[in-house]
């Protein structure tokens, strides 16, 4: 029991201290020309609502224990010793993995008069676990109600400058888990953070948008993969190119065993059958492989998945309880081609990650009723593709690459100059909170 209660109390401590640490240091000197535009401030929430938040890490009775997910600034652990690159990260942590970074960001201002945006660093989803799995769960329409209260009693100007129009946060969950409409009786599923009219000015990145978004902004899930470096990003570039693709296909995921007709069960069942394809003149050696990731085994041990994927041409990314996927982005890093079955699993979302005009060079769209319901194989439209052709949509997807990655925090200056997935989100909410206010002060 000791130990049980000791280590997260560690670890949070570890984190109080180093955040402490971090904003007493001055920053790597800007260049306040490219600055212009760009100045954030990090308002200073008190600990409940973020450092606290970690420490019940193993509380949520319906929930897995994610105090081993915490090390490394949220990135988790490594998966071997001697691994540089790679993490058991788990995907919730993007919010601590945020926090971490934008410490580093070279645009900071303690002056909230003088910022563009204003950063909340409210771990949101970390919050809504006792609302989704706690003993809150009757009152989930309260999320987010404690931290309105906090910014409109602690320093009122900060808020009121733009009436909350110029304030984002990070929510590392789908909006769908929380969305759901205010007083709903009884609760179905989700908090009311985003139905909530306190917050409707502010700009929330989630991991996942609603069809018809009006405060969230769908941004990649964290992969396992956070290089510290161009040369231990360049040397995976390398072996992503290098790597020989003997299957034309890959689906990595669960579900498919119910009997009624779905994507995922078409998808199953097309591979089970594959083996009597002839592909002799392909040059594959299998047409499709599948690793079982039923009841979350893959979730935290990225070898089980990244090693098949750097195998195969193409990686399916069906929609399951919802539409997007973290294995969107696993692929994309293995330079495995991504075929969507709906636009929903992510051209109508990412659109600041992954511009939405380029979806025809990186990736395969196959419509999910035209397999399911009209008998279309997607192995035929797949080995329809020129081999050429699949080289180019690769070295496209590897372009692209270093747009989902979140990079190691502290990582060397030579990486800095790529733009990842973390530097995309922040101009990205920079530029939205621009045209907000510039709505609002027009009307
Ligand atoms: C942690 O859990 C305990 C017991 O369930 C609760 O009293 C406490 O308020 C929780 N702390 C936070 C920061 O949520
Ligand atoms: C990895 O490091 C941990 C902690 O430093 C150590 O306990 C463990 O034995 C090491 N494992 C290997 C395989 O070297
Ligand atoms: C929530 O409400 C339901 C229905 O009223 C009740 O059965 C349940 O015990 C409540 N849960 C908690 C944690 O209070
Ligand atoms: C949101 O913005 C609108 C328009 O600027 C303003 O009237 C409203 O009070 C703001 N909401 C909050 C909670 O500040
Ligand atoms: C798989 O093969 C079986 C037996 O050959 C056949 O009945 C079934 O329709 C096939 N399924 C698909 C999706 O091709």
Redesign the pocket.
Known sequence: MASKSTIPIITTLFFFFFFKFTFSQPNLEPDTQDCNNRWIHIRRLPP?FNL??L??CS?YPLYDDFCPYLPNHGLGQKTHNRSHSWYRTDPLMLELIFHRRILEYPCLTSDPTAADAVFLPYYAAI?AL?YLY??DVNSSSEHGLELYQFLQNDAPEVWNRNAGHDHFLVMARPAWDLSQPLYKDPPIWGTSFLELPEFYNVTALTFESRAWPWQEQAIPHPTSFHPPNLRLFKSWLRRVRRSRRTALMLFAGGGGVSSSPNIRRSIRSECENSTSIDISSTGYTRVCDIVDCSNGICEHDPVRYMRPMLQSSFCLQPPGDTPTRRSTFDGILAGCIPVFFEDQSAKAQYGWHLPEEQYEEFSVFIPKEDVVFKGLRIVDVLMGIPRDEVRRMREKVLELMPRIMYRKHGSSLGLRTQKDAFDIAVEGSLQRIKSRLQEVSVQ
Do not use: I, V
């Open positions: 409940r606290d938040l420490t019940n509380e919050d006792r706690g003993p």
